[in-house]
Each structure stands twice: as structure tokens, then as C-alpha cells.
């Protein structure tokens, strides 16, 4: 069974980076046939998608976050990894990471597999 | 601010049926499928309806799926008590100002 799971700090600085990794267990981040991506929740608000990853490293980012966010792979952990720099309170959410089909042809776009989510907070 | 527009709430009594609407533009649901997830309390989101209407294994049959132009709908047939969560529809948006991911405002649904 596909498991994921986000690993980082739970506070972070205004004006600093924050970064977090997801650890993907019982399959391979290599794999062709999936995408990965990181999807956030300020508390109490809606799901907001941040970015998407393949692993060869072409990647996909919400146009409002795209000067801010780097998404990497790192394939011999079987992990990816988010940075989001100089964040602001309005930063401050659960950040979730997930598997991410994307068929271009089908036009079919879902996250099936999420970990269990992560509060990052930014305060000083 | 989501280009996807949900109700923010629907309520009904156990064994109704609840409709929950989505609202999108010829960039993103005109042009793409439409996936919901559910989220309940305090959990991460789980993938509820892929396709426009396709059902992942284990998802219940009361839960139903359907797009019509621009917009598209998740009926919730027979609520049960256990239905009581949040669900978003989301889509691919081929916009201009770059391809992105979208999900919608949310809708919250109460089993009274």
C-alpha cells in the first residue's frame, strides 16, 4: 500500500524558507505512469494546490505561488521536497503531499494517495 | 480566490439526497474532467469521484458525479450520517497565465 508522509518544521520565521520532504513508501517516486505534488490548508480554509512534480523534474506551479516555491525529487530516497521562501503568516496551513495522475491525453487529473498532512506555522 | 465556485454549505436528514454544484469557466471544467474529494474532520482529502462521474474502488454508489459545460455537480444519494464533511470539486485550468490545478471553495455538508 502506497503510503506518504510530510516530515519538517512546525515553525518557521517570517521573511524565512520553509521546507518540508515527503517520504513515499511502498512504491517508487520513479515511477512513469504518476506525478507528485504539495497541497496546503490554511486552518480553516480550503484546499490550495501549490505544485506538481514529475520525477524527471519537469514540474507545474500555481501561477500565484511560482516566485516563491521550489518542488525538487530526490529519487534514491524516494522522496520530494517542498520550499516556499519568504513566508508570511498568510503561509501558515497544513501542508499535504500526494500522488498526482495527470493524463494529458484523457484529460484526467487527480490525487489519489495523500499523506497525512503537516502545521506548519509561521510566526516569530 | 478559487476560479471553481461551490455553495459553502448543504444540509440535509438521513436518506435525502444532496446535490452540491460547481461552477468553472471554458478554461478548466470546459475543457478538462472533474474530480471531488471528501474531507472529513480533522482527516487528509480522499478522492471521492475521478472522471466526471468514475467511482475508485471502495467509494460508495450513493456517490455520484456528472459535468455539463462548465459546471458540475456531486449528488450525495441516501445521506448518511458518516457523509458529514467537506467536499471539493477540482479540475486542470489551462490558463494563460500557465496550466495549474484548481480545486473549488468547498462546499460543507450537515446531515441534520
Known amino acids: 500500500q502506497l503510503q506518504l508522509q510530510e516530515s519538517g518544521p512546525g515553525l518557521v520565521k517570517p521573511s524565512e524558507t520553509l521546507s518540508l520532504t515527503c517520504t513515499v513508501s511502498g512504491g517508487s517516486i520513479s515511477s512513469s505512469n504518476y506525478y507528485w505534488g504539495w497541497v496546503r490548508q490554511p486552518p480553516g480554509k480550503g484546499l490550495e494546490w501549490i505544485g506538481t512534480i514529475f520525477y524527471s523534474g519537469s514540474t507545474f506551479y500555481n501561477p500565484s505561488l511560482k516566485s516563491r516555491v521550489t518542488i525538487s525529487v530526490d529519487t534514491s530516497k524516494n522522496q520530494l521536497s517542498l520550499k516556499l521562501s519568504s513566508v508570511t503568516a498568510a503561509d501558515t496551513a497544513v501542508y499535504y503531499c500526494?500522488?498526482?495522475?495527470?493524463?494529458?491525453?484523457?484529460?484526467?487529473?487527480?490525487?489519489?494517495?495523500w499523506g497525512l498532512g503537516t502545521l506548519v506555522t509561521v510566526s516569530s | 480566490q478559487s476560479v471553481l465556485t461551490q455553495p459553502p454549505s448543504a444540509s440535509g436528514t438521513p436518506g435525502q439526497r444532496v446535490t452540491i454544484s460547481c461552477s468553472g469557466s471554458s478554461s478548466n471544467i470546459g475543457s478538462n474532467t472533474v474530480t471531488w474529494y471528501q474531507q472529513l474532520p480533522g482527516t487528509a482529502p480522499k478522492l471521492l469521484i475521478y472522471?466526471?462521474?468514475q467511482r475508485p474502488s471502495g467509494v460508495p454508489d450513493r456517490f455520484s458525479g456528472s459535468k455539463s459545460g462548465t459546471s458540475a455537480s456531486l449528488a450525495i444519494g441516501g445521506l448518511q450520517s458518516e457523509d458529514e464533511a467537506d467536499y471539493y470539486c477540482a479540475t486542470w485550468d489551462d490558463s494563460l497565465n500557465g496550466p495549474h490545478y484548481v480545486f473549488g471553495t468547498g462546499t460543507k455538508v450537515t446531515v441534520l
Open positions: 472522471n466526471n462521474n
Open positions: 500526494a500522488r498526482h495522475t495527470l493524463q494529458w491525453l484523457a484529460s484526467i487529473y487527480f490525487f489519489d494517495y
